[in-house]
Structures are given as C-alpha cells and as structure tokens.
C-alpha cells in the first residue's frame, strides 16, 4: 500500500508528539497541532511548564516500561534525556518506598530508570520528533472543532481552528489530553454518547522544587513516603531532576485540603509519616513558587464500548484514559496506545475501519490493567483511611512483604517490575 497523504494529530503533549513520529513512515505529511505556545519561561524551569499542561509543574515519573516505549519510538531518546541532565535511578537502591510503618529493602535490582522534569522530557522529545522530515509541529493553533462526515462512507475528517481556516486529513489523531474537548462531537455521529467511567479520587498535588543542598549534589536518589492514616494522611514525594534540584509534591485526598502557604506546606512534610524527605529538604533553597492541582476523577472513556466512531479518528492518551497521578502510569499507558497506533499502521492496511479495530483492540487492552489496578488501590486506600483499625494488619502485612523482599531477591524483582509495570 502507498504512504497515505496527511495525518493530522490534535495535541502536542507527550501523546500527541510520540503519535507523530510512529505515524510518520506510514503518512506523507504529518501536521501536529497545539492550541499552547513553548517559548514560555516560567520561575523553576527554563524551557517552561506550559499554560495547557499545568500538570507538568509536578512530579512525572515515566516507568521503565514507559522508557522503553518511548525507546522503541524515538530510539536513542534515554541518551539524549541523560545529556540533558535527566538522573539516572536505580530501582531498590536509588529509589526508596516507605510504606504503612517500614522501608523496602535497600538493594541494587538492575533495573534504572530516568528522572526529570516533565518539561525537559516533553521538550527532548520536541526536539527530536520536529526533526522528522514530514512533521510540521505548530503551536499557537487552536482547533475549534473536528468535521466528520454524518455517512459513515461519506470521507476523511478535517479540523477547523480557531481562525476558521478548515484543514483536511485522512485520519484526525484525538491527543487533546484530559479535557476531552471533542468528545461531543464524536457522540454526535454516534447513535448514543461514549460510555465514561469514572472513579472518584479527591486528589491535591502541592509541590515545590530545592536546589539539592551540597551534600547531597550528584545524589540519585527518588524517594515515596506513603500516607499512614493514624500518623499522616499525607504522602510526599521527592525525586531528583535536572540541575542538581529536587521536585518535591505532597499528596493528600479524602477532603484533605491543600497547603495554601510555602510555611503550610513545610509543615505538612515535616510531618509525613516518615522524615528522610524532610531531612533532604530542610533548610534547602526553594526554587520558585508553590504550585497546587486538584484532580476529583479518574477517568476511562470506553471508546470500545460504542459502535460507529467516525472512520478516520483515533483517540490516544489521556483521552481515553486519565489516572490517579500517584502510580505514575499516565504516560506509560499514553505510549501504549502510541505503539498500539504505530502497530496497526504497519499491518498496511488500505481498510481504515480494520486499522481502527485493531488499534483500539491493543490500547484499551494498555489502558485496561493499569486501570484496573489504580481503582484497587484507590478502593483500598479509601477503606484503609476509613477505617484505622485496619492499620494494625496492613502494618504486618506490608512487614512480612519487606522481610521476604529483604530475603529473597527474586520476590523483590518481582514487585519492582509491578511498580513499573514490567510485568
Ligand atoms: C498532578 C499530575 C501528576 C502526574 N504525574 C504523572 C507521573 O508521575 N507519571 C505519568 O506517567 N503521568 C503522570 N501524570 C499524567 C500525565 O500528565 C498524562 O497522562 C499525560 O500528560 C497524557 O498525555 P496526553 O498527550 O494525552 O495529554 P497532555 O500531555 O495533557 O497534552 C494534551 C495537549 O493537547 C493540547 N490541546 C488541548 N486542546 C487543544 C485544542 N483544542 N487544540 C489544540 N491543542 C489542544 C494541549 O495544549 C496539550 O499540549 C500526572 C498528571 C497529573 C495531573
């Protein structure tokens, strides 16, 4: 089959740019388009978190298994993110996970991973993906709305942006992120809406970045500190990026509020279930101001539950699925269903409606167990804040998991690769 002549991708966060370059062998042009403008400069990070991805400001851990996705789209990224200033981490040493009254074992897996800031991530693979030939990335292009013939049979969907200037396509990549701006011109077309579920989180992120005091410069380590109802309804992070800083987020949900002042906000982590954050962070230099986001929902849109999507559109990324942040399997899953796209281009098809089933087939089948496994969590952690007597045994639970990961190395391995999702 010949090369298709023009996809055009809504969204130029990290779903939108990973579709580009899977798409770009297959089509002769690529168009990525971006209602945000790049050049911004922000108080924390050169290159700027932007207006339309505030998320980015906090903590964005991408999984190994995310890694090696993006490896596989972009191959030789893990060195260029490194060149950048992206820390190399090593899971069970580096990377260090307090939970319910102990630590994890403290041991060298084999297994790193890359730690930055979203913004240096987003723009490495900016970088690389508009070097593509046949990709043309605009910001600064809002699309209004997309156009899909009414007649399943009735041709190619095209956008109009906000200027009114209309463009065509073949096929329309939906990566316009949570917000979802065009799902109710798709259920237009269909005969009834896209199925959502949704599943109720409460969530606050308040974060802060430190330059790393002396001490701890060329330090790698990542470090979690659970909430433990009875001691803490708080969780922190800290994790080590670019220029010898930290990003530091706290997490509270349940109806915690969130701190409004930086001196709320220390208090808060003064007072995490366990002090190796706070010992990091005390008397450290903050670097710009607190940033606060709230998430109430966690969200899957069961685009595989509907028949009649308008042929020639493909939703990616949190589009279809946004999670609870904490288990940092946004983008992971977002390059899932980037694979699952690249996958079903290459097949070669000239049948839109067969590349579209074979591709929703693998990213909803992305998507499914990582949704799966935040909603139990999520369960869990609802019931365990409920109810403290429920404490006591998660405590000697979590103890007796520690004491076989500190015996048996396999066992630890094991729970590693959950975490990032390897397995
Ligand atoms: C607080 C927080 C912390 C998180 N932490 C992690 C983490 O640790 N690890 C992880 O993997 N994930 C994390 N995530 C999730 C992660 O941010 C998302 O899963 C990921 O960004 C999804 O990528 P996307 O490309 O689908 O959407 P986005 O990255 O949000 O990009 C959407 C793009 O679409 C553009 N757009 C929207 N509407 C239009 C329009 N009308 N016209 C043109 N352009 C438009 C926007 O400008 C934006 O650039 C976190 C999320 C939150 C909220």
């Known amino acids: 089959m010949d090369k298709m002549n023009h996809a055009v991708i809504v969204g130029a966060g990290m779903a939108g740019l990973a579709s580009a370059a899977a798409l770009s062998p297959y089509f002769k042009k690529v168009t990525v388009l971006d209602k945000d403008q790049r050049d911004r400069n922000d108080d924390v990070f050169p290159a700027g978190v932007r207006k339309a991805v505030p998320q980015g400001a906090h903590i964005h851990i991408l999984l190994r298994a995310g890694l090696d996705r993006l490896e596989s789209i972009l191959p030789g990224i893990s060195s260029a993110l490194e060149s950048r200033g992206a820390v190399r981490v090593s899971f069970g040493s580096d990377q260090q996970i307090y939970e319910y009254g102990g630590w994890m074992p403290n041991r060298d897996l084999g297994i790193h991973f890359l730690s930055q800031s979203r913004p240096l991530l987003e723009n490495v693979v900016f970088d690389y ?11 600064r292009s809002p699309v ?12 190619a969907p095209s956008v109009t942006l906000r200027d009114g200037s209309k463009i065509a396509s073949d096929i329309v990549i939906d990566a316009a992120g949570n ?16 199925p959502v579920e949704k599943s109720s989180i409460d969530l606050f992120y308040a974060t802060l970045h430190f330059k790393k005091k002396a001490e701890w410069q060329g330090c790698q380590e990542n470090i979690l500190v659970n909430p433990e109802p009875g001691v803490s309804h708080i969780g922190g992070s800290l994790i080590s990026i670019e ?10 949900t349940n109806g915690i509020k969130p701190p409004k002042t930086i001196e709320e906000w220390m208090d808060m982590a003064k007072n995490l279930a366990d002090q190796r954050i706070w010992q990091r962070i005390c008397g450290a230099d903050t670097l710009g101001s607190l940033k606060v986001f709230k998430k109430a929902h966690s969200v899957f849109r069961r685009f595989d539950q509907v028949s009649g999507i308008p042929i020639g559109y493909f939703p990616v990324g949190d589009t279809i699925t946004s999670f609870n942040p904490i288990y940092g399997q946004g983008m992971t899953v977002a390059l899932g269903h980037v694979l699952a796209l690249r996958d079903a281009f290459a097949k070669k098809s000239s049948d839109l409606g067969f590349v579209f089933k074979d591709y929703l087939e693998n990213a909803i089948d992305s998507s499914r167990p990582a949704w799966e496994r935040a909603a139990s969590f999520d369960k869990n952690n609802k019931l365990i804040s409920a109810q403290e007597g429920r404490m006591e045994t998660l405590r000697k639970l979590t103890r007796a998991r520690h004491s076989k990961a500190e015996s048996d190395s396999g066992f630890h391995l094991q729970l590693a690769k959950q975490v990032h999702m390897l397995l």
């Open 129 to 139: 993906v508009s070097k593509i030939d046949n990709v043309q990335i605009s910001h």
């Open 144 to 155: 209004e709305r997309l156009n899909f013939a009414t007649d399943p049979k009735g041709g």
């Open 179 to 194: 917000g979802a701006p065009f799902l109710s011109e798709v259920s237009k077309v269909l005969s009834g809406e896209v």
């Open 243 to 252: 220029g010898e800083s930290w990003c530091v987020s706290l997490h509270g």
